[in-house]
């Protein structure tokens, strides 16, 4: 019954447009596993505030770090948690979904032909025609242009090298992946959980 008090009155906080001066919206928190690592880089996890003081109530999470911002019910004052940790471990799966994001973080979002990053769609290795499958193992991130030079022929066919083979990525390889892609804004009470492969601008 007392949680449930709380929930309902984390849900009656005001809203940015009844007090501007102190927007919660631009206040989200990074979520840590139990083990105190990010459950994700690419997209970072983070929650809207509402969702993080809803687990705070409900004791699935502990609080590391505050914004110097609060929230308000009529009994209630409570700093934004910028950096929560969930209390049970959530195992990732060992592979992750094969998802056209996926193929892109697995490949860099680079055409694995040609480099470019623009207009980047997804090509067959062996083409559909010839028997390739739609796999991991036989599609791999390619720019628009670039696939319509290969067309339905294999790369060897079209005089075209792929940068990588294409392999079923783990989780840990997509996550490592994905620290290379830092948002464009961290705050500064998340950078001690999270360790990007390039230095990160002020």
């Not at 056209?100 to 062996?126: A, E, K, M, P, Y």
């Not at 991991?136 to 083979?165: D, H, V, Y």
Request: aromatic residues 12%; positive net charge; contains cysteine.
């Amino acid at each position: 019954m007392f949680k449930a008090e709380l929930i309902e009155r984390a849900a009656r906080f005001r809203s940015a447009a009844e007090d501007p001066a102190r927007n919660p919206a631009s206040c989200p928190s990074l979520v840590l596993n139990a083990d105190y690592t990010p459950l994700s880089y690419y997209p970072l996890s983070l929650w809207p505030w509402q969702t993080a003081i809803k687990a705070i109530f409900l004791d699935r999470v502990d609080v590391i770090a505050s914004y110097d911002r609060h929230v308000h019910s009529p009994s209630l004052d409570m700093k934004i948690p910028s950096v929560i940790a969930l209390k049970q471990y959530v195992k990732p799966s060992e592979f992750p979904a094969f998802t056209r994001f996926n193929l892109f973080l697995r490949d860099r979002f680079t055409c694995q032909f040609c480099g470019s990053q623009s207009h980047l769609t997804f090509d067959h290795v062996i083409p559909r025609r010839l028997g390739g499958k739609t796999t991991w193992e036989n599609i791999a991130t390619a720019c628009a242009p670039c696939n319509m030079k290969k067309g339905g022929r294999t790369p060897a066919q079209a005089s075209m090298i792929l940068a990588s083979e294409p392999i079923r990525p783990t989780h840990w390889q997509l996550q490592q992946h994905g620290k290379q892609f830092p948002p464009n804004y961290l705050h500064e009470t998340w950078r001690d959980w999270l360790y990007w492969d390039i230095e990160l601008e002020e």
